[in-house]
């Protein structure tokens, strides 16, 4: 089950929500590519149609889901689809994200990872560190949690 939260801004009131975690989507590895974009999808649907019958599999805990990123340079959040899997010989594929303001690499996820694999909601300690998307100021206060999805 996934869950969504939401930040506002203080300062302009901007609020952004995001649908984090995995729902009911954990299964066909070609058909989770579909979440992934840019060259990462097309490595995935490679990897996927080269190695599909020879192994590949899903590894165990949060092999797929939306996570909450951060820009290093902006420090900003995003979300985006986390992927992670693996051929039965060793070889492992993780997707990589970039800021789509400054094109640098993402960091995170933001929050915890639990015993399972997936990553936590982050609190309010965690969403206080970074920046407003729209404004810049570093005013951001965690919202209501929104929704339980699938």
């Known amino acids: ?13 901007d609020e952004q929500g995001y649908f984090l975690g995995s729902g009911m989507m954990r299964g066909d590895v070609g058909f989770e590519a579909m979440n992934v974009r840019g060259k990462a999808r097309k490595e995935i649907n490679i990897l996927v149609r080269k190695h599909y019958d020879e192994g590949y599999h899903i590894e165990e805990g949060g092999a797929f889901e939306y996570r909450l990123y951060a820009c290093p340079k902006c420090n900003t959040l995003s979300r985006r689809f986390y992927a992670k ?21 993402l960091i995170g ?42």
């Not at 969504?4 to 009131?13: A, P, R």
């Not at 899997?85 to 690499?105: A, I, L, M, P, W």
Request: net charge negative; glycine share 12%.
């Open 1 to 13: 089950m996934g869950s969504g939260i939401s930040t506002i801004c203080t300062s302009c009131g």
């Open 85 to 105: 899997f693996k051929h039965g010989e060793g070889e492992t594929f993780e997707t990589r994200c970039n800021c789509h303001k400054c094109r640098r690499e």
């Open 109 to 150: 996820p933001v929050g915890k990872l639990n015993e399972f694999g997936f990553v936590e909601e982050p609190t309010e300690e965690e969403i206080a560190r970074y920046n407003c998307s729209k404004c810049g100021q570093k005013t951001l206060i965690k919202g209501q949690e929104m929704i339980c999805w699938d």
